[in-house]
């Protein structure tokens, strides 16, 4: 009794701020729906269910989360149709991918760029890894690097693609190591590369740390290096590539996490940016992500926005040679 | 003999349920045109957040088998396949349902199913690490020869001529690389937005395959309203068992076919059902009834896409590589309840792997009971008057392709393939070899990039495609197999006359 009587004085309250605010307090009043622009079953996507189950809870949105997949083209096709054509109500999401998105506006042939959409929230934080086959003779970056001295151009490895996070971590190789490397972009994402680790057709790659991660579990691979400021709770083991003595920073970590269109009501955006950090910090959400193998990465509206920010300018000066 | 440790998990009382719940809406799902095995699983995957790992496990698998199993359903009624799977099924199949033997192929399908994937399970229980050695074994040169093996397929495919199969496989080719091309991101012939992330198989399949069908139903219901009553022969199942078991030369093809190329990480599922389907016409004392209702082209097709169901999951499970999208979303599934494919799954959760491997095996049982009892039911379908079934084909071909990613783009593509077939039907091209092309292009071109970006930075690219092995093996068959079809195609021109090649025309169409 006491907790309707609560729960009726607080839907009176909202109900009264809301006549007199500006009329989108009650939001939202129907279940809400977020676009992914990776097809169902990868790691985006994947997360993007367990982030958001306990969106219908009342201390979140109250309301659930449907998740809606428009894959295609590297994410091109999904977040093309985000910025052109979903409505700007709140009710439509989306999953955004760090350094994916922005990397491709500045490479081009895109309808967004990072103006066309408000970030609310980041969940997770998915560094990339420096891989190499478990019967591989390089044991450090150092041994990577050595080969690629001396024969330059010969080192052959792997990753998800262009213009992502695997592929700004292998520039990022290039330039801190001053060497030249084969980078041998795959089209069927991380797993397609870590396959071509595993069976030998490459020397190394470059993989997302969870899937690194789960392989070295498995006795496939040895991992010699984060492309991170820190290394990682998952593998304290494994130095960065700072520490190795190249300087990188964090350019290629993959961050994900929920934006809208542009032109959202600024009242709805900020509501969302209130509930969604909480909505993650839900303790199920964190042992699911745990369990995965998925590193998670709260971050709020305004630090989104700080990090979306300084991407872009680092992007834009090492793609400039491309 | 681990796996019999297990047996007894599966018949609990709850995971039995489940494995009942599985099978039956997987076969449901199936048959839903545009409901590929891959998206039904990825539905699923947030029922199973409550259930237990193997619980969730068991759903999952049931339902992998049984869709597979229930493409068949919409292939031979209705002439949509439901899934890459099951194109071979349609073009025999939807023949003898139009004869009014729907019961007889849909029972043909259900067993021949149920042997090919009980035989693919089997091998995932007890070939697992050799079969990973094996997947493992192509790499990028020996995909692109094996998706150039798929394209000498095309010309032999269900075409009256050569020519005309191979001149359709080129249009499959072309509208394969519209789109962000898979590597490089470089944007090809993207003339409007709905087709800028390329042109999505299931609703090209769906409008290649059901449109032209729905024009030529509404075309035949204006000139004759009530002379289309067809009557739907009943089928005893013991007849359709005799039956499966006597053309053990399909049925032993399309299993073997299935279940080696069903391994290979990237391109079995797709192509397993096309290739077995070819395979048996090929070595076929009465290859020329292939494309009329014939029964082996079923049993071959359908044995080998089911076959293909435990071997695709071999990677996964032992390398934690997803070979197949449909893999990919398990991985997930398993994922979700902390559990890392590899061999931590079989040394540290063995009553979870060995529970949801033995749950496969049963399930590919159920199946085949489930689908032979509703067999005789469901080919009544063929009695459907014709404008009533086109609406309702219509219908199904607008809901699938708009739910594979809920995009009216989607829809734009399937009507504008479709009608564009429906004209290339009539002068005598088919739509399978043009949905081959539309896979295998680009399967070839990808693994082409990469091994050529692989051979320059390491030898070169003569060295890296043309020799080892497998390159050459692989080389060697794609050789026999044009040499053969070139072969027939001049026995066959040698002994045909005009006449004959007429009428032939005229009961294809």
């Known amino acids: ?322 | 003999m681990e796996f019999l440790a297990y047996f007894g998990d599966v018949f609990a009382p709850i995971n039995f349920g489940l494995l009942l719940l599985g099978t039956i809406g997987g076969l449901i799902l199936g048959a839903t045109p545009g409901l590929s095995p891959t998206m039904a699983v990825a539905l699923l995957i947030p029922f199973t957040f409550r259930l237990e790992p193997a619980q969730g496990l068991i759903l999952l698998g049931a339902a992998y088998t049984s869709t597979v199993a229930g493409g068949a359903v919409s292939a031979i009624l209705l002439k949509i396949p439901g899934a890459p799977a099951n194109i071979a099924t349609t073009l025999d199949g939807h023949t003898m349902a139009q004869k009014g033997q729907g019961a007889r192929a849909l029972q043909l399908s259900f067993l021949a199913s149920a042997v090919g994937g009980v035989f693919g399970v089997l091998l995932l229980i007890f070939l697992t690490p050799v079969l990973a050695k094996w997947a493992l074994a192509f790499g990028p040169s020996h995909l692109f020869w094996l998706a150039i093996l798929g394209v000498t397929v095309i010309g032999s495919l269900d075409s009256s001529s050569v020519v005309k199969g191979l001149l359709s496989g080129c249009i499959g080719l072309w509208l394969a690389t519209i789109g962000f091309d898979d590597i490089m991101g470089a944007q090809r012939f993207i003339f409007h937005s709905s087709v800028s992330g390329g042109i999505n198989v299931i609703p090209a399949l769906i409008g290649l395959f059901a449109i032209p069908q729905v024009i030529t139903m509404f075309a035949k219901g204006r000139v004759s309203l009530d002379a289309e009553v067809l009557t739907v022969e009943k089928h005893p199942i013991r007849d359709a068992f005799r039956e499966v078991f006597r053309r053990s030369r399909a049925l032993s093809i399309g299993t073997i076919t299935g279940s080696v190329i069903g391994l290979i990480p990237g391109v079995g599922g797709q192509i397993a059902g096309l290739v077995a389907y070819d395979q048996s016409k090929k070595m076929s004392p009465e290859r020329e009834k292939f494309g009329t209702g014939h029964s082996e082209g079923v049993i071959a097709a359908e044995s080998a896409n089911n076959a293909m169901v435990g071997p695709s999951l071999v990677p996964l499970l032992t390398l934690s590589i997803p070979g197949s999208p449909t893999a990919a979303v398990l991985l997930g599934g398993l994922l979700i309840h902390g559990i890392f494919p590899g061999s931590d799954l079989f040394d540290n959760n063995p009553d979870v792997a060995w529970t949801f491997i033995n749950s496969m095996l049963i399930g590919q049982i159920l199946m085949c009971i489930f689908g032979l009892y509703v067999a005789g039911l469901a080919a009544k379908v063929a009695q459907v008057p014709n404008a009533v079934m086109a609406a309702i084909v219509l219908g199904l071909a607008v809901f699938g392709s708009y739910s594979v990613q809920n995009s009216m783009g989607d829809v734009y593509v399937m009507m504008a393939l479709g009608t564009g077939m429906y004209f290339l039907e009539r002068f005598g091209f088919s739509a399978a070899p043009l949905v081959l092309g539309l896979i295998l292009g680009p399967i070839a071109e990808a693994n082409f990039i990469q091994g050529s970006m692989i051979a320059n930075a390491t030898s070169n690219v003569g060295q890296y495609f043309f020799t080892g092995p497998l390159n050459v093996g692989l080389i060697a068959i794609v050789v026999a197999s044009v040499a053969y079809s070139i072969w027939m195609e001049l026995r066959s021109r040698r002994y045909t006359t005009k006449d004959d090649a007429v009428r032939k025309e005229e009961a294809l169409s």
């Open chain 1, 1 to 322: 009794m006491k907790k309707l009587l609560a729960a009726a004085a607080l839907g009176l309250t909202t109900l009264t701020t809301g006549v007199l605010a500006d009329g989108h307090e009650s939001f939202p009043e129907r279940p809400i729906m977020m676009m992914v622009s990776y097809g169902a079953g990868g790691a985006t996507d994947f997360q993007a269910r367990i982030v958001t189950m306990t969106a219908g809870n009342e201390d979140a949105l109250g309301m659930p989360i449907a998740i809606i997949n428009k894959p295609g083209a590297g994410g091109r096709v999904g977040w093309n149709w985000f910025a052109t054509q979903a409505d700007s109500d709140g009710y439509t999401l989306g999953a955004y991918n760090i350094p994916h998105f922005i990397a491709q506006s500045i490479e081009g042939g895109v309808e967004y760029s990072a103006e066309s959409f408000e970030p609310i929230a980041n969940w997770g934080a998915d560094p990339a890894v420096f891989v190499v086959a478990a019967d591989s003779a390089f044991n450090s970056m150092t041994d990577v690097v050595d080969y690629a001295k001396a024969n330059p151009g010969k080192l052959t490895f792997s990753g998800a693609g262009l213009f992502v996070g695997h592929h700004i971590a292998a520039l990022q190789l290039e330039k801190a190591a001053g060497v030249k490397l084969a980078y041998i972009p795959s089209n069927k994402g991380g797993a397609g590369a870590m396959k071509s680790v595993i069976a030998g057709e490459v020397l190394g790659g470059v993989n997302n740390l969870s899937d690194a991660f789960r392989a070295r579990e498995a006795g496939n691979v040895k991992i010699l290096g984060v492309f991170d400021l820190e290394r990682n709770e998952f593998l304290p083991d494994v130095p960065t590539l700072m520490e190795q003595g190249f300087d990188i920073d964090n350019a290629s970590v993959n961050f994900r996490g929920v934006m809208v269109p542009k032109g959202t009501p600024q009242p709805i955006i900020d509501k969302l940016a209130a509930t969604v950090p909480t909505m993650f910090e839900n303790k199920r959400v964190a042992g699911k992500m745990k369990a995965g193998g998925s590193p998670m990465h709260i971050m709020t509206r305004d630090e989104v926005l700080a990090m979306w920010a300084a991407r872009e300018e680092t992007l834009k000066e090492l793609l400039a040679g491309l």
